[in-house]
């Protein structure tokens, strides 16, 4: 009886495992889709990306948690990557009509 009390043990043990590292995916997904919205979207996808990057500082600090990642030093590396887009810009005016 101790045998298949451990085993049970050592499933419900990687049931978690493999439900945490679900929802680490997850969270991962979500960040490197904003980084990528960043990095290569349209002007406004950029604006918004960045907003929930250096902007939003508890749903980032969320998702980053939820992610493993730490906060701080991941907008650090962010701003070592890229720059800011400027977030209230005009239309060029030279277009053609």
């Known amino acids: 009886m101790g045998k298949s009390g451990a085993q049970y043990q050592i499933d419900s043990q990687n049931t978690v495992t493999e439900d945490l590292i679900g929802e680490r995916r997850l969270w991962t997904a979500v960040v490197i889709s904003a980084v990528e919205d960043w990095r290569n979207g349209s002007l406004r ?53």
Not at 57 to 80: H, I, N, Y
């Open 45 to 97: 996808t950029q604006r918004k990306a960045q907003e929930f990057l250096f902007g939003s500082d508890a749903d980032f600090q969320t998702v980053c948690g939820r992610a493993g990642l730490e906060p701080d030093s991941f907008r650090a590396r962010l701003l070592k990557i890229g720059k800011l887009v400027e977030m209230h810009g005009t239309v060029p005016r030279d277009i053609a009509a």
